[in-house]
């Protein structure tokens, strides 16, 4: 689910980033055609509007690309805490399917007590920070 989540942010991201480009783009060419325009000439005022058009799309998108570049996505796995009944050794490691907890995973290979799951965590990172 974080994986789709992420791809999503990511084509969100790319979206709004190239359309910021190429309205970036179009506000240089349509400068540079302006220049070369005669400032008498009717084509002038038609390519500002063309240009404040751009100028709004440039802002829009580049808002949107600082959004979704802002966004932070929780990442959250689930780790086990491991003990041993018999001198309390932990250890973690990634659940594996059909794991609960006070199931007993084996031997401790250091008093050869049995071990158990003592709990089941859900670890969170990359919280989103406050501003
Ligand atoms: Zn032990």
Same mark, same amino acid.
């Given at each position: 689910? &974080?994986?789709?989540? @992420?791809? $999503?942010? /990511?084509?969100?991201?790319?979206?709004?980033? !190239?359309?910021?480009? /190429?309205?970036?783009? #179009? *506000? *240089?060419? &349509? &400068?540079?055609? #302006?220049?070369?325009?005669?400032?008498e000439s009717p084509? !002038?005022?038609?390519?500002?509007?063309?240009?404040?058009?751009?100028?709004?799309?440039?802002?829009? &998108?580049?808002?949107?690309?600082? =959004?979704?570049?802002?966004? @932070? *996505?929780?990442?959250?796995? /689930?780790?086990?805490?491991? $003990?041993?009944?018999?001198?309390?050794?932990?250890?973690?490691?990634?659940? =594996?399917?059909?794991?609960?907890?006070? $199931?007993? %995973?084996?031997?401790?290979? =250091?008093?050869? #007590? +049995?071990?158990?799951?003592?709990?089941?965590?859900? +670890? %969170? =990172?990359? !919280?989103?920070? #406050?501003?």
């Amino acid at each position: 689910m &974080t994986a789709d989540l @992420k791809k $999503k942010r /990511l084509q969100a991201l790319i979206f709004y980033t !190239v359309l910021f480009i /190429l309205s970036v783009i #179009g *506000i *240089i060419v &349509t &400068t540079f055609i #302006g220049l070369t325009l005669n400032p008498e000439s009717p084509e !002038v005022p038609n390519l500002m509007v063309f240009q404040a058009m751009m100028f709004i799309l440039a802002f829009f &998108t580049g808002m949107e690309a600082w =959004k979704y570049y802002n966004i @932070k *996505i929780p990442e959250i796995r /689930l780790i086990e805490l491991i $003990k041993c009944s018999g001198c309390g050794y932990v250890e973690t490691r990634m659940p =594996k399917k059909g794991d609960y907890v006070f $199931k007993k %995973v084996g031997k401790c290979l =250091k008093c050869g #007590g +049995e071990l158990y799951i003592e709990s089941i965590l859900r +670890e %969170v =990172k990359n !919280v989103k920070a #406050g501003r």
